[in-house]
């Protein structure tokens, strides 16, 4: 999976440092932890707080790791991450002040958070990570989860506002098979939420593109009710997902066939793409190319790689780099740069903890 010379390559796959993850640091992290997201009016999110926890534990930054911990903690889950699930939304109120915006929590970072602790406490030996990470997880089983007919138990966005109209409202992007892999080792109910989020993958592969959200009913997935069909910024991670599978399966790499296809016709990406009619419209953002990276045959691999590293320009993507370009970067360049992989267990193996031991420490 090396990327092509002068697209997003680092010196070695060995080396100790993550140049992308330094000038992401530098551009979006504040001091204290905060992660900020310059293109929202400098607001925090805890999907910003999870994804940079785990580009920490994948750089064996453990200092950097802490301090968005300790912001996470402080900030959005009222001072108490083992009892409360984090606040999505945190930046400047109506009134001028700054604090919580949304206090509702969004399953996806969740996960994150508590993946990157159980696997921190692992690689780090540090049990304080993990015990919190398994209170994290439990917090998420208690409060995230429902019965489906036919589906089982699946994941809910968040606690509140997605059983709807004798259904519910669901986010492919928001369950990595890779994480629940992770957690179903840990026993129920993690092994169903499992099985119920692949076989909605497979659903959503069979029409060749994965929608932003779903609405499951009466044993179906079917037209969201408020964003409809369209697949977007928010699908585009279900594709990075799959495509960072060990093992993968070749039925779910069809999931990206749409926008392949797209890719192949016009030599460019969609910003959005209709999930049952692939009908596409407008041009995609940086981070969308890299996305596919992982999923893509040779050929459109190296086509995508190529846009990327167009949009380089002073160590980031995009002009001006936008948050969500740079996190979707992240993910596909340290996946592609060998600096992690997930074990069929869902187990993280950094490249610091493999074969480059020695030289990373």
Not at 26 to 31: D, K, L, N, S, T
Not at 81 to 102: C, E, F, M, S, Y
Not at 222 to 227: A, K, L, R, S
Not at 322 to 327: L, V
């Amino acid at each position: 999976m090396a990327m092509v010379a002068g697209a997003l390559l680092a010196a070695s796959p060995c080396d100790a440092s993550w140049p992308l993850w330094t000038r992401y640091s530098e551009r979006f992290i504040a001091g204290d932890g905060r992660v900020i997201d310059r293109s929202a009016s400098e607001r925090s999110t805890s999907e910003g707080q999870a994804y940079a926890l785990f580009f920490a534990l994948v750089a064996n930054d453990r200092a950097s790791f802490q301090r968005l911990l300790t912001w996470t903690e402080q900030n959005l889950a009222r001072g108490d991450l083992g009892r409360n699930l984090p606040a999505w939304h945190w930046g400047k109120r109506r009134d001028g002040t700054w604090g919580v915006i949304d206090k509702n929590s969004a399953s996806d970072a969740d996960l994150w958070i508590a993946y990157s602790l159980l696997e921190a406490g692992r690689l780090w030996a540090d049990a304080r990570y993990t015990a919190l990470g398994r209170r994290v997880l439990s917090n998420v089983a208690s409060r995230d989860l429902a019965e489906a007919p036919q589906f089982g138990t699946i994941l809910l966005p968040g606690p509140s506002g997605f059983s709807v109209s004798g259904g519910f409202r669901i986010n492919p992007s928001y369950a990595p098979p890779q994480l629940l892999r992770r957690f179903a080792q840990l026993g129920a109910p993690w092994d169903r939420v499992l099985q119920s989020s692949v076989q909605m993958l497979h659903l959503f592969a069979q029409g060749g593109a994965a929608p932003d959200w779903a609405f499951a009913k009466a044993g179906t997935l079917v037209e969201d009710p408020v964003h409809g069909r369209v697949g977007s910024y928010d699908a585009i991670r279900v594709y990075l997902w799959v495509g960072t599978m060990p093992d993968r399966d070749p039925q779910l790499d069809r999931i990206a066939q749409g926008l392949l296809r797209e890719l192949e016709k016009t030599a460019a990406l969609p910003e959005r793409i209709d999930a049952r009619t692939l009908v596409a419209r407008g041009s995609a953002p940086p981070g969308f190319y890299a996305a596919l990276i992982p999923i893509a045959p040779p050929d459109a691999r190296r086509a995508l790689e190529a846009r990327v590293s167009e949009a380089r320009k002073d160590g980031l993507y995009g002009d001006p780099p936008a948050y969500y370009d740079q996190n979707l970067i992240l993910f596909a360049q340290g996946f592609s740069e060998s600096r992690y992989r997930f074990g069929g267990d869902g187990s993280l193996a950094p490249a610091w903890e493999t074969r480059c031991l020695g030289r990373a420490r």
